[in-house]
């Protein structure tokens, strides 16, 4: 691309930004060629989302120029950018929950935009580019992965000459991941130059044409991504080869810990998925995934199985053979469930409050809680332990859980409910926008935790994950759960297949409900 | 920085109080002096001062918690009336010369008829709010007029002096019956001990205690304590049961203090005051006794501007709409920048 005579869309150098405790970029530069798909690669903490806003006009760098279409540009805000033609998707998204899907894009557009075109475009675009979308709901009852679809389509409204994309894939299905790349594809054919931040390497080597990878705040290196393996990659990205797990060893199932028997549940609201005839076994030392599309029910049943949603039948959900569909969270916690919910900061943890406080979330006993009283010394110590144990990227068990990345408050989240020594594990979403090495290292901890005996269920839109950490594997489709199946035995077309709701549902029912049994009796023997 | 906020507002407040005094004729300087200063000016002084601090101080110590809780109780002063005719009516059934009980047994029935009291009145918000959904603030705020106006019932009915030459007002309590004196010759009563003890309980209470974390966690984030499995409907009766209390003991050492009777007015509006003292404040039990004494010299400030001055007595509420104005405009400005940008061509 450097022998086009098109001087290139953007071009970055020397670009500096400190903050009080960190150089976020040092002497960043980078180049993006018109049309071209460049990737930037890096762990969390490396310097991408600042650099992003940098050219987003969000943040001003102390140092360094930008130089757009080969002029020399100042970006003071958003609204430059944007009318300079740079859109962006990012990863945390920026939407009013009690806005709807049309009025949210519509805030970023003039004053008297027209909102029956302005739909009928959301509409149009989404289906173009396989985002379906509808434009009259509200956004606090969209689940993520639509959230998300909702800014991407936004993004590509504006019609923009570079695209920036945060983890754009992380909440989409194989096939939909398929269907966006042909999108950028095309994209970028007609002109437009896409950045794209991501971690997953084998992405980036199937869709960049070239990428920059930062560390530490500076650039280590330019490449084609296509011409690299995925492990000289991520030697560039963090410096060494992640660990390579064993592969996982074939369980034999033990105790009965979990069962899901024919649960239904209307809907809460008028956006909510119903849940109908989800069934489920759950045996100590395994892995169980649940895969699927995001707004298919793993909401509903999540809330469901921590006891947030008391609405089931006691008998639908039995946790080490006592009904408990009608308890709540601290009824459940005391029988030995642990949880972690998709949310972070809200539910998983209180963004305003410190990391000890929020110990005391899901640790209501002593030694905790003593009567009545908080024993702040013990929450303190244990605070710190996981910090310790988890490699938590922290000031201290004082910080507020606001203050720490997506990625360590997920450590920390996920520590506080694995050092409860749980017989059931219950995660959602356990590495959404984390970066490599602390996903490799909660992945290492769900394993530690299966050795140990513990019955682990994992919900994730994230296949790679699944197929990695999983044993068996359902799918989640409108509300309906499919039969169980080998991780090893499954491959990535059935599972994205049955991700439409599309699988045998009478004859694998009784084959799965065959295989339970069998599973039942080993464990009863 | 948030504890900043208040002194920042009180300086603001004493800024806009000096123009304020300018602009109504009279010598800015003078009118702070007397204001602010003649209050504090003798240990008497002084003593009335801590005397209006400890209704202020013990209402706002409740509202503090079920602020924390995201619960907007804004019907203190109702709660304070309610917990006043509790106690009122208790001595008024005892001061019969019969001496069924000691003057100190009546007093502690009466005290704990005033949180009674309180909370029973709170608890008519937590119902409604439970049951039927309704809006805390509306419910709590409409409530206060009619316990002003049970109140007024009270006084011209049952509790009406007989002979009081027809004056709605109950009999004026034995001496026996008035709480004691921590001061000899003033007229701070052993009220102002128990604010003080009440305010270390709720210290811990908040800050130590898991009860206290569970209103909290529920206030600053709601789906956290589903997550937790705290209950909601658990936090808004614990804390508007608390403030109700809290404020029923307010009005309860009113009756049984300085007014030594029931009248038709127990509360120059000091339910609605010790919203503004929680704020001032900032929701920290410690931090209420400091609010406290500023809105009590605000009430002693505006009697000394009413006499020495000439000014109506308005300039009270002047005073403390101000301070909690310019308070929720320091928060508000400390968080977020002001930017001017210009009116889109178009």
Redesign the interface.
Known sequence: MSDTPLPPRLELSGICKSYPAVVANDHVSLTVAPGEIHAVLGENGAGKSTLMKIIFGAVKPDAGSVRWNGADVHIANPQDARKLGIAMVFQHFSLFDTLTVTENIALGLAADVNMAELAEQIRQTGKNYGLDLEPHRHVHTLSVGERQRVEIVRALLTRPQLLILDEPTSVLTPQAVQKLFVTLRQISAEGCSILYISHKLDEIRELCHSATVMRGGKVTGHCDPAQETAASLSRLMIGAEPEQEAAAKPHAPGELRLQIRQLRLPRAHAFATPLDGISLELFSGEIVGIAGVSGNGQQELLAALSGEDRRCKPGMITLKGKAVGHLGPNARRALGQSLVPEERLGRGAVPEMSLTDNMLLSHQRAPFVVNGMIQFKHAIQAASDIIGRFRVKASGPAALAKSLSGGNLQKFIVGREIVRNPDVFVVAQPTWGVDVGAAAQIHHEIRLLKEAGCAVLVISEELDELFDLCDRLHVIAKGHLSPSISSRDATREQIGLWMSGLWDKDGDQDAARGQANAAGELASA | MAYFSPLLALALTLFFGALLFLALGKNPLTGLQVFLLEPVKSRAAISELLLKTTPLVLTALGLSVCYRANVWNIGAEGQLIAGGIAAGSTILMFDNGAHLLSGGMVLVLASLAGVVGGALWASITALLRDRFNANEILVSLMLTYIAQLLLMYMVNGPLKDPHGMNFPQSRVFSPEFLLPMLVPGSRLHVGFAVMLVATAVMTVFVY????G?RL??GG??P??A????FSSRRALWTSLLISGGFAGIAGAFEVSGPIGQVLPSISPGYGFAAIIVAFVGRLNPIGTIFGGLILSLFYLGGEMAQSRLGLPSAITGLFQGMLLFLLLACDTLINYRLRWVAQ?Q?
């Open positions: 130590r205690s898991f009860a974390y909290t966690v600053l984030a789906l956290a589903r997550y937790a499995g889109p178009s």
